[in-house]
């Protein structure tokens, strides 16, 4: 990170370099409050609340017709997306959650609690926990109704 950062300097990017210090602090600021160097899936987490954090950030600036900002986050989130693990298809997905739902063997969204928690540490910073809710609450819908 710290050579991109010295690359976005030289080229005078100041949005990449705006984010890309964004995302050290916060790491730092992560290391700082749990007293420890983070671990890869430690750096990959706090970089995937920065990408869910912007992902809001732009659907309430779009809400609130704020097009500057939405640019802005939009360049934001592309830097921090560089950062994260490829994300899943939503057909990859589909099959952890069967998987999921076979192994847990959950038969209703009240198995969802049990369910979620199998699936996060297999998903963390692959795939946007909004999408792996939708996902899980479909398919546990069609067992219910199967």
């Given at each position: 990170?710290?050579?991109d950062?010295r690359?976005?300097?030289?080229?005078?990017?100041?949005?990449?370099?705006?984010?890309?210090?964004?995302i050290?602090?916060?790491?730092?600021?992560?290391?700082k409050?749990?007293?420890?160097?983070?671990?890869?899936?430690?750096?990959?987490e706090?970089?995937?609340?920065?990408?869910?954090?912007?992902?809001?950030?732009?659907?309430?600036?779009?809400?609130?017709?704020?097009?500057?900002?939405?640019?802005?986050?939009?360049?934001?989130?592309?830097v921090?997306?560089?950062y994260?693990p490829?994300?899943m298809t939503?057909?990859?997905?589909?099959?952890?959650?069967?998987e999921?739902?076979q192994?847990v063997g959950?038969?209703?969204?009240?198995?969802?609690?049990?369910?979620?928690?199998?699936?996060?540490p297999l998903?963390?910073?692959?795939a946007?926990?909004?999408?792996?809710?939708?996902?899980v609450?479909?398919?546990?819908?069609?067992?219910?109704?199967?």
């Amino acid at each position: 990170m710290e050579d991109d950062i010295r690359s976005a300097m030289r080229s005078r990017n100041q949005e990449r370099l705006d984010a890309l210090r964004f995302i050290k602090s916060q790491i730092q600021l992560t290391e700082k409050n749990q007293q420890k160097d983070l671990d890869e899936p430690g750096v990959i987490e706090v970089i995937a609340k920065q990408a869910k954090e912007r992902r809001e950030s732009i659907q309430m600036f779009q809400e609130g017709n704020r097009t500057d900002l939405v640019a802005k986050e939009t360049v934001a989130l592309a830097v921090v997306e560089e950062y994260l693990p490829p994300q899943m298809t939503r057909e990859d997905l589909v099959k952890i959650v069967e998987e999921a739902i076979q192994q847990v063997g959950a038969i209703s969204a009240r198995d969802k609690g049990k369910l979620m928690g199998r699936l996060m540490p297999l998903v963390r910073g692959k795939a946007d926990g909004a999408i792996v809710n939708a996902v899980v609450t479909e398919l546990l819908e069609k067992a219910e109704n199967a």
